[in-house]
């Protein structure tokens, strides 16, 4: 139960260091990149920057892991991962990092996180969002998780999403 | 959906490199021109198969912090607290969920300290308490949803 420290003072650093052209290549960006063959010249245009300079930013900005990654993100429902799980589990904390890690790696996983307990309430410190087809794809790949977890596991609970309240990208100011 | 806009959903998870011409090498795997792959991309937007397409910030990485939050709503004012709820710019997300805590949300904000701030202001306004569960170690983002 670290909560490294580390990668905070780090994340930290590099949020000073965005200057005013990086946050207005990304308030730019949030909605999307525009769809041209030449996407960052088009951006370069829209702000009034050179396009090597766009380029380089972005590649700088994803260097320093800002940007994860430029992808499409795919809507769930749409191709038929109708249900999702939020798995949650109470796992030992020697051992969570590995397990972590194991779980995480699971190519049905989108997000995997150690998070704290609230006890009595919840004693759950492993998240693990498992995507399916269905309510018996999305329980059998619960029992893959399980059998894996082993005897580290001491319960867990699935919590599936009823409705979609509120949906929307991150949002910066300009 | 054809064979081709499942292949662009399959590739395009992966990440496009940052250069002049980015759709170019993807275009040529599929065997479609850039212009094709660019008119099905806005297609597959358009239908909201895609929900996105463009850079994934990372919040911590531009100082920021994101929170994952739950809250025990009675039922006779869900409707009512899930629009308090939704109203403030920072909650992102926001899904209702079969358990006695039924509402989870994400607080995305600029600076790490307004995260408690929000949520003070959530607590406030609808008299719920929340429970914050800020992530203590990410195992892994993404997943790659084979169509």
Known sequence: MTGKPQATSKAQQDGQSLDAIDRQIIVATQAGLPLVAEPFAALAEQLGLESEEVLQRVADMQARGVIRRIAAVPNHYALGY????????????????????????????????????????????????????????????????????????????????????????????? | MDSIDAAIVNHLQEGLPVCARPFDAVAVTLGISVDELLSRLQCLLDDKVLTRFGPMFNAESMGGALSLCAMQVPADRYDEVAGQVNAFPEVAHNYEREHLLNMWFVIATERPQQAGIVISQIEQATGCRVYDMPKQQEFYIGLKLAV
């Open chain 1, 82 to 174: 109708t249900v999702n799980g939020m798995s949650v589990w109470n796992v030992s904390d020697e051992h969570i990092t590995e397990l972590g890690r194991l779980i995480g790696g699971l190519d049905y996983v989108s997000h995997c996180y150690q998070r704290p307990r609230h006890l009595p309430l919840w004693p759950y410190n492993l998240f693990a969002m498992v995507h399916g087809r269905s309510s018996d794809d999305v329980v059998a790949k619960l029992g893959t998780i399980a059998d894996l977890l082993g005897e580290h596991c001491r319960g867990h609970e699935v919590l599936y999403s009823k409705r979609i309240l509120k949906k929307t990208g991150l949002r910066i100011k300009a």
